[in-house]
């Protein structure tokens, strides 16, 4: 149960952080407000890390394999497309459109089971639960 109430909190923080990034561009810029988001987002860390148990650092040096340790610039990707998405589309709109995309891709990263993830066999109620996903984007779009 807690999964899912974590999941639901972070999907609810994804919106938001959308919305306040999209209008911090406004002001300031993309990159600007990119790098904005990277380094408080740094800085909350490094609090946490002081405040909890502190892994030291040189554990990163153990990660394999080393490609795993993208998920920074992955992040600035995230970041700069959420901000360009919700600006064009609107906070719903893009938000509706990057879930369906997690969805696909988590699955097919399930099914293929790659990226350390274990393989799951191919299920078509799955599949069919995401066509079903597309529909409502579509019917959620019909204006």
Known sequence: MMGFLIAIFSGVLMSIQGIFN???TKTAGIWVSNGWVQITAFLVCVAAWFLSGRQPLGQLFHVQPKYM???GVIGAGITWTVIK???TLGPAK???LIVIAQLITSYL???IGIF???KTPFAW???IGLVIALIGVVLFQWE
């Open 69 to 71: 340790l993208l998920g």
């Open 109 to 111: 990263i399930e099914v």
């Open 125 to 127: 109620r799955k599949c």
């Open 22 to 24: 999209t209008n911090v």
């Open 85 to 87: 998405s919700v600006g």
């Open 116 to 118: 350390g993830v274990e």
């Open 94 to 96: 893009a938000v509706m």
